[in-house]
């Protein structure tokens, strides 16, 4: 027994608890400080889609905001692949210090997990900074298809079964689940084509190369008002009021096509919680910005109530949005392949 006792307090002896103790309050110490002198040198969001898609332009509209209220450069890496979850993966590994931020969506942040083989958590391994304006999907398709409303787009898909090609952003992508739920409600089948993003699906759309995509609105209105595509119905219960010409699914023939595609941001496990306030505050200034309401009203996104601008309710909300979607997609048999 002394003998351990001997072994034990060789092991573990005051001095070095005590020099742990000292060790860890000034590692403790200057991680407050790092917090309060946040930020002192670049900060990167990554985009888990190609540029020129509704997250990257959301990004970079909220990005310069940022960058002006923190006063360091905002850079926008593009990191796509695999429905947004490589580059997801790539800020869950980052240095959990402020520096790296993911910008993504329903898709990435809640369907991805249901679908793909993640190496991370999507809960455990993310804290929330803020939800971010959210839009509905349009059903939008090559100018010269045949359906002229969604009521004729079931009727020819049921008439032409799978020869319909339907762009996405890759599995378990918005336009992916939401095509997917399209075809279950029309009892149809669509033949599915994965692209980086929705901006390279979108400029095969025009150039009618795929025939439709369930896209969100941000990414679809510039082309629908310049007459390149040709949108059927919005999956929302009233119309937008940024394209009032455009009617609800159910006013165009399909009721029960209702989805929306909420934003987020969110910073490796672990960021001190005085960086995080500081990035929310300054997300939340930038959406208060008149200049940037109306941008994204233009682009059919509308921000989240007050309350919801929390870190706290963005963890609420995902997780209830975990909850509820995951069993609807393994149901759909949605998966990577």
């Known amino acids: 027994m002394r003998m351990r006792a001997n072994v034990l307090t060789s092991i573990i002896s005051p001095g070095r608890i005590v020099a742990a103790g000292v060790l860890a309050a000034s590692a403790l110490a200057q991680g407050s400080a790092a917090a309060q002198t946040y930020p002192v040198r670049p900060i990167t969001i990554i985009v888990p889609f190609a540029a020129g898609g509704p997250t990257d332009v959301l990004a970079r509209l909220l990005g310069e905001h940022i960058r002006a209220d923190l006063g360091q450069p905002v850079l926008i890496e593009n990191v796509t692949g695999a429905g947004g979850s490589i580059g997801v993966g790539r800020v869950a590994a980052a240095a959990p210090d402020g520096y790296t931020i993911s910008a993504g969506h329903f898709g990435t942040h809640v369907a991805n997990g249901a679908i793909y083989p993640l190496k991370y958590d999507l809960e455990r391994d993310l804290d929330p900074v803020a ?37 996405t952003a890759g599995a378990g992508s918005g336009a992916h689940i939401g095509g997917a739920f399209l075809a279950n409600l029309a009892g149809a089948s669509l033949a599915f084509v994965p692209y980086r993003g929705t ?11 795929i025939d ?12 629908v008002r310049q007459g390149s595509i040709k949108a ?5 219960t009233a119309r937008l009021g940024a ?7 159910a006013e165009a023939g399909l009721p029960g096509l209702q989805m929306e595609l909420w934003n987020g941001m969110w910073v490796p496990h ?8 500081k990035l929310n505050r300054a997300v939340v200034k930038a959406l208060a910005d008149p200049a ?6 233009t682009l059919g996104l509308e921000g989240p109530p007050a309350d919801q601008l929390t870190p706290e309710a963005l963890r609420a909300f995902q997780k209830s949005e975990i909850e509820k979607w995951w069993p609807i997609i393994r149901a759909a048999h949605i998966t990577a392949e």
């Open 131 to 167: 939800r971010l304006p959210s839009n509905p999907m349009l059903v939008v398709t090559r100018r010269d298809f045949p359906a002229t409303n969604l009521k004729e787009l079931v009727a020819w898909l049921k008439a032409n079964p799978g020869k319909a090609t339907a762009g």
């Open 232 to 236: 059927l119905g919005v999956t929302a």
């Open 292 to 297: 940037v309401r109306d941008k994204l009203a």
């Open 270 to 277: 672990g960021t001190p919680g005085e960086i995080v306030v």
């Open 212 to 223: 439709l995509i369930v896209d969100q609105a941000a990414n679809s209105l510039p082309q």
């Open 199 to 209: 901006a390279p699906a979108m400029q095969d759309l025009v150039a009618g190369q």
């Open 243 to 249: 394209a009032p010409e455009i009617p609800t699914a």
